[in-house]
């Protein structure tokens, strides 16, 4: 993989300061070093990373980010258009016009939505359409150039060079700053465009509603129907400087009430309402004139929002919430001090923990009051409330690192999921929870994880005994994807579900983890249900061809069969030969049923060397070449914890070989630097945890696979106050080996370490070495 | 007239009992008078009357009535289908079917909307279509008879014949209370049918998302974009019995998620959401069997309506229920003790005061929540909110009616309004407020003469510095409806604005209405400010023809024009000759003006006895046949005054004459009882004063003129502990003039009474007889 490397970011300087010893680096405090520095936003923004280079706060509500030019998620003959899933994240650094800055963006999802509320500032002949609408027609999208372009945490800064206008971005949690410089116009506009969506088409809007309260207020909410299908957002707008005269046009069929006849509804009509309208707000500027923009969101109304507004940024002064929220990136990034051996490799790890800390969300107004699932407004009582719960990816590596460095953040999260389960009509935990909506993406029920994760760790203060019963209620939920089948069959049949495999591996994967909880609060019962229901794998597999392989209701194995194909034999975004290795929760069970550890290391290298076609993955979005080693998919979740897998059949060596290798050629500091989507976090999660030499395949389990560390020296700052520190001796780009590893001075037998190990703080020493 | 009477309300019993003197009446108390026995709510059910016979409490949010055999709005051809306007309350007495009860109804109103949440029990076969969708095709509607129906106060019943069910309705102010007696069935169904609107076409629904909460309870809103373009309503459904299944069919183009492919979401699956859905609960029915529910609206959210449903209803004894809104109803209607001549005057008369207590409805939870116009939630603050404010009706009789019998209510709709005005991004007071949205219906600001009638009324707390500014805060936007003209050229011209005379004369009076709160309040800018703009009515009128005439920008009158036509001659909904005569502020000088008293006269006893070609009236939805008295349109309501002006002419046995006439004319006990739309009470509110013989002719003022009563005795039990009887001695058929008028035994000089008079009790004594 090219690793090209972004002008905009000068890091030489920076850098510099980093090229010194251990002992030099541990007096380095966080007042004195600007770990912001060190990430590249825009690391991903190319092909199918779906992340976002533009401003955002450490899990803010708002994504303040650039559009790029959109293509239509169906092109004229009504087809399914395959590029618009390279914008799931509104950019893509191949682009040479920008439509808009849009206030909420996924980061690296596996399907797309939001965008809402694009504003976009343009002079000139008052253009309403992003692109043109007609030949020769006019859109009021700009062209802009990479060199014109700088992102940093919080930052985000671009040349609409169409229009000669600066635009600058920053956002606070709840609130995006615009700053918009623009040339003397006596027809300068700020468009407001309410029917832009990720991806675009007009039917996501559900409705739309625009106050124009005074001469700098603006307040409204959007309701779409997209992924999340009734997902409202509210805001408020204020500028810096009064609008000479606004307006806005609608692009709906019918007209609502015949009595906004008499009105000239489209001119400084302070209220506006439809399902699809973009409003436009007129103003005229000096040469050089800032015009500002704080844009405020909220999940309970437009009161909401103009409180968050006002709480959040008080003020006009853009550099000050800038600088504010780049001390707020600095505080969660300092929490690992990280050495690396090359400027390039710092800049993708310190990128990777900043993806990591991205989503989920906050979702809760300044005061409190969220948007329930079910629809109604809640106050969080004893934690803050997040959404964007990407669960079937994050529960891997995302919330186990949460585990680490941010244990009150996962402890919040888990009372989200908590509360989002009191809220489901299904008395279900999130499966992705969106916007107080449940969009169901993936499989399995993957909070059960994240909670097992963080009970058996010991982290937060959230009611054991309420969270085991909120899983348990979710385990059983019969009309659930199949899960009435896998509780009756033991397996998921594949005659009456897709993805039969896949599911029937997470369910009993999420059993053991709801096993865990129940012998950690003393319900044995439960833990036995739910332990008997964790062996459910072995169900489906065969023994006769070695694979997990798709099962009929009737008990026999399904007869066509194609281990290799990601397309409809069982697995879902996976075949045989790589998601069928998804036992975390016994893997030397699996190992021993696959045919004991020689021949498990064996299939483990195929998988790693074999020539995958074509014809197996193709049409597959999840899959990409770019991602791929062999048949070992590392641009998509299933089998991250497969690189691991070697440390249970006696190779260890071959776990550092592979995961140094995957951190060299599957990361990078440049825009391709993400081989696939980055999953909301999962796949940066996946790099930190690797680059500190350690990661965790069961989560639910104490337990973390050592690995090959790709620091020199990283210092995890606890929030328990201790600190670990990691050092790894002989630290080369060819010394991936590892020769051993010790704990404060004390060797550690085999190959893993335990969660005590680092959260009492101390010293890991890895000693690394040029061969196995 | 016809006035034939329905058989199911029998009342010659009740009747009887107020077959007594004036001094056995003074005994009679609320505890032994069931007045409710008066009302039948299927007056004005037929053609134009635009009412419901159904279940509601006192201004009740909830209008629970049967929604018969609709039509839709637009024809096959996507013609305009002119018989939906006979269906504004969704009800025609004509009808023979029934498809099933709604929980909000307009009460006769000019327009449609409403018509939430249609619910219907079924058996057999499940139909979820209300009619037949293609030939041969079944609906789930239901035949039903006149002798099986029955309405009182709060109480519907009816048999629904097609399915043997026995439908029997009660609502308290928030909670519809449904009945269903069923047949023996193992496949009984409660139709929750949220595509209904009123009218019917689909494209009202903007969203509709239903939680079934567990097996006995429903929640969810409706999002509609009728008359008010941004309405919501909320609602929580509870039934006896636990349902045994249920599912929906939605009728929307699109799918909104795909992750939803892999639930069988039709049935049995408790989340639905989407533009158009029906749901459905299936039951299993003994003969005789009740099925009952509590249907609890809200207008701020489902747990809301949740709420308002246990505080209301927290039993399931549907009589207790039946039996308490009756006796609200009691309270409300013996507010007046009236003895009529006939039977079905009391009838007529008892049947208006009810229509009178329909509407304004209660617009906030139990708690005091309620969704504001901004879309906020808001808590009412020392003041119960209210909303269907149809001013430009309800100004000229209804509010001045409640200043005599409801002034605690009438208060708190004056703090809703001015809390609709704090909460305008016009910042101006209600035109229509429409369930937290204006939806401009009709012409002026007539909540000026709302509250200035209760300003120098005396009535109520409110803040009379706020309420001026309020109203000039209204009074001062430029872009509504041709008002910038009208204070820039000092009339509203023709060619700038259609309807330019009638909004003229309207601004022009509301102008004096505020300059009334300015001389109260000791604003004497603003009083001269507002009494200069409240003479502008002089500047339409055209000497050289006799008429109000509209006027164009240049200062010349429009050249071609029409008195007698009802279309585009500068008056909406009336013509020269009667809107023309809309000065109620200065009268005398208006009658100046036109020629002097005589020749005025002449010109009413034109109005009231020319023929008037249907030409000038055809397509006039308003102006019907019916109500019609030559060239004097009762059904509608720019002339209401226009029988009392005779008073001003020296002719007050022309006004005597004129209003007996009206009253025995145009209203009656039968379902043709009304001559045109209720319109939310004024018509009703007429005949209420008129029958105690005076009417606010202009409010604004503390005058009423007097009239001839058509009681023979009424007894008004005021608010403030004080009684008011009205005696018409010598009181006949044909004794309808009045010779004189005593209060408190001292004679009345002139044609007024003032509202002192009234207030401060005592009894006023009309001296009657055959002869002017």
């Known amino acids: 993989m090219k690793n090209f490397f972004i002008a905009t970011i000068i890091l030489a300087g920076a850098l510099a300061l980093f090229s010194c010893s251990e002992n030099e680096t541990e007096k380095v405090t966080e007042a004195e070093t600007d770990f912001t520095r060190f990430v590249n936003p825009f690391v991903g923004t190319s092909k199918m990373g779906h992340v976002y280079p533009g401003a955002t706060a450490p899990f803010g509500m708002v994504q303040l980010s650039p559009q790029t030019n959109f293509v239509k998620m169906f092109d004229e003959n009504g087809d399914y258009n395959k590029e618009t899933y390279e914008y799931c994240a509104g950019y893509q650094y191949r682009d040479s016009t920008i439509i808009g800055f849009s206030h909420t963006n996924l980061s690296g999802t596996g399907h797309s939505d939001l965008g809402d509320f694009l504003v976009m500032p343009t002079t000139g002949s008052l253009v309403l359409d992003p692109l043109p609408v007609s030949a020769g027609g006019k859109g009021f999208y700009s062209v802009f150039s990479h060199e014109k372009e700088e992102a940093s945490p919080g930052f985000y800064k671009v040349d609409l060079d169409s229009y000669n206008i600066k635009a600058e971005l920053t956002a606070t949690e709840r609130v995006g700053f615009h700053q918009y410089t623009f040339p003397e116009s006596d027809s300068a506009h700020i468009v407001l465009d309410m029917v832009y969506n990720i991806y675009y088409h007009n039917n996501k809007n559900v409705w739309t509603f625009i106050r124009v309260e005074n001469d700098s207020l603006v307040t409204g909410y959007r309701q779409t129907k997209g992924w999340g299908r009734t997902r409202k957002v509210f805001f408020a707008m204020k500028f810096s400087k009064p609008f000479e005269s606004y307006g806005h046009k609608k692009y709906d069929e019918i007209i609502y009430n015949r009595f906004y006849d008499r009105f000239n509804e489209t001119e400084n009509f302070p209220e506006m309402a439809g399902k699809n309208l973009r409003a436009y707000f007129n103003f005229k500027t000096k040469e050089g004139e800032k015009v500002k923009i704080k844009f405020a969101l909220s999940p309970v109304s437009a009161a909401g929002a103009l409180k968050n507004l006002d709480t959040e940024i008080p003020h006009w002064d853009f550099d000050k919430t800038r600088e504010e929220t780049r001390l707020a990136w ?179 994967y999420n059993d053991w983890c709801i096993a865990q909880m129940a012998g950690l609060t003393g319900e044995k019962e439960v833990e036995k249900t739910f332990l008997s229901r964790s062996k459910y794998y072995e169900n489906v597999y065969d023994p006769a061809i070695g694979f997990m392989r798709p099962k009929l209701a009737d008990g026999t194995f399904r007869k066509d069969f194609s281990p290799l194909d990601t397309h409809g034999q069982g697995f879902i975004e996976g075949n045989a030969w790589n998601y069928g290795l998804y036992v975390p929760q016994n893997i030397d069970t699996m190992i021993a049923m696959m045919g004991g550890k020689e021949q498990f290391s064996r299939h483990l290298d195929s998988l790693f060397t074999m020539q995958l076609e074509d014809k197996y993955i193709e049409k597959n979005e999840d899959i990409t070449r770019d991602g791929i080693i062999g048949n070992y998919v590392h641009g998509n979740e299933p089998g991250h914890h497969i690189p691991y897998l070697y440390n249970w059949t006696g190779k260890p060596y071959k776990t550092q070989e592979r995961v140094r290798m995957i951190m060299d050629s599957m990361y990078g500091a440049g825009v391709e630097g993400l081989c696939g989507n980055d999953d909301a976090g999962q796949m940066s999660a996946w790099y930190v945890f690797s680059a500190l030499g350690f990661y965790p395949v069961t989560p639910g389990s104490a337990e973390y696979a050592l690995g090959s560390p790709l620091v020199k020296h990283a210092t995890i700052h606890l929030e328990n106050g201790k600190t670990l520190e990691i050092v790894a001796r002989n630290q080369t780009a060819e010394n991936k080996y590892v020769k051993s590893v010790s704990l404060n001075g004390k060797v550690i037998e085999g190959n893993n370490l335990q969660h005590n190990d680092i959260v009492n703080g101390g010293t890991i020493v890895f000693e690394m070495a040029e061969q196995p």
């Open 330 to 508: 600095n505080r969660e990034l300092s929490k690992i001090e990280a050495e690396t051996l090359t400027n390039e490799q710092k800049v993708t790890f310190y990128t990777a923990l900043y993806h990591a800390c991205l989503s989920p969300i906050v979702y809760e107004d300044a005061d409190g009051q969220y948007r329930g699932l079910d629809q109604n407004i809640h106050t969080s009582d004893g934690f803050v409330n997040y959404t964007v719960f990407s669960l079937w990816d994050t529960y891997r590596a995302l919330h186990p690192l949460f585990n680490i460095i941010q244990p009150r953040r996962n402890n919040d999260m888990i009372k989200s999921m908590l509360a989002h389960q009191a809220q489901s009509v299904h008395h279900m935990l999130p499966v992705w929870s969106h916007y107080a909506n449940e969009n169901w993406c993936m499989i399995g029920y993957h909070a059960t994880s994240v909670i097992a994760d963080a009970m058996v760790k010991g982290v937060g203060d959230f009611d054991h005994k309420r969270a085991l019963d909120a899983s348990v209620q979710t385990a059983s939920v019969r009309y659930f994807d199949g899960l009435g089948d896998y509780i009756d069959f033991h397996f998921v049949p594949d005659d009456k579900s897709h993805s039969s495999v896949s599911k029937t591996l997470e369910y009993a």
